[in-house]
């Protein structure tokens, strides 16, 4: 049978995504985790108003990383306050909501092997040990029964630094300061850091693990701030 143009005209193909977004279950899980994690640290005064961004890697290959949006009421979050980005911090969806501006670091850090989600949060003590060791670059934390709540160490005689960094609206040159310094620790991992009068930045595998370094790092933030004043 002889073929006619339309026989032998190559078919159409649909436009798909490079990208799919991964499925809605563990988009819902991380969300709804996030969402409980906002109002736990809201009323702990680790996240009040505004401040503070969360996020999570639902898949590293393709990379997609669900994070609050910017502006947003961490006590009040909801299902619709999230987006996914890709690897370079664009949104894999459209959407008319914003990532924070602190996305970079978020990137920067879910890089690594072994992070997969970072908490940043706004304590009062936090914030007053960044201004106190700041022009110091940190400080040490040691002998303390909690520090066996950060994975890994095994004993009270441990001890950890926590870096310090200046505030900066410059948060790609900062995030580059984070990966040289950081991360080139040879005593110890890091389990997060302070941005000057800011806030900490604190990681873990999952959610689960970054919730627990985040409680175990404000515990002793705030005995280190305490023993300060009472020493003093």
């Known amino acids: 049978m002889k073929k006619t143009a339309k026989d032998t005209a190559p078919k159409k193909t649909k436009n798909l995504a490079t990208t799919k977004v991964s499925p809605n279950k563990d988009i819902k899980k991380a969300k709804a985790k996030i969402i409980s994690l906002g109002k736990q640290f809201h009323r702990r005064g680790w996240s009040l108003a505004t401040s503070s961004n969360y996020s999570a890697l639902v898949s590293r290959k393709p990379y997609q990383l669900l994070i609050t949006a910017s502006g947003k009421h961490k006590e009040n979050l909801g299902m619709n306050d999230f987006l996914t980005l890709n690897d370079k911090g664009a949104p894999l969806e459209k959407t008319d909501e914003k990532p924070s501006a602190e996305t970079a670091l978020h990137l920067l850090l879910t890089s690594k092997e072994n992070i997969n989600s970072v908490l940043h949060v706004h304590s009062v003590w936090g914030t007053i040990l960044s201004e106190k060791y700041g022009s110091t670059g940190g ?94």
Request: net charge negative.
């Open 139 to 232: 400080f040490w934390v040691e002998g303390y029964e909690m520090l066996k709540g950060l994975s890994g160490i095994k004993s009270h005689e441990s001890r950890i630094w926590i870096d310090i960094y200046p505030n900066s609206q410059d948060i790609t040159a900062l995030a580059k300061k984070v990966n040289e310094r950081t991360f080139s620790h040879k005593e110890f991992v890091p389990f997060g850091f302070l941005i000057r009068k800011h806030g900490l930045y604190a990681w873990g595998a999952n959610l689960e693990e970054a919730q627990r370094h985040v409680e175990t790092l404000e515990f002793l933030f705030e005995v280190t701030g305490r023993s300060l004043l009472i020493h003093d």
